[in-house]
């Protein structure tokens, strides 16, 4: 069981981190150092970017049941 959770955790953290990555940057941050300030008007629309939103609290929620599942396994685990 603790493989599975491992395995699981694994995939959502690299999903995680790309997902992050995909967002637009809001500026004054890590983004504008990176090239985030420069706008552009291939960064999709509303419902694009609400549907990744979405996605990425979504995933959140798995790494998060993830992270707590597995401390859960090793405290508990005999």
Do not use: P, Q
């Amino acid at each position: 069981m603790t493989l599975l959770f491992t395995i699981l955790l694994m995939i959502s953290s690299a999903l995680l981190i790309m997902l992050v990555l995909m967002h637009k940057g809001r500026g004054g941050g890590l983004s504008d150092m990176f090239g985030g300030g420069i706008s552009s008007s291939l960064g999709g629309s509303s419902v694009a970017e609400r549907n990744l939103d979405r996605f990425t609290v979504g995933i959140a929620v798995i790494w998060f049941a993830c992270i707590m599942a597995l401390g859960l396994l090793l405290a508990y685990s005999v």
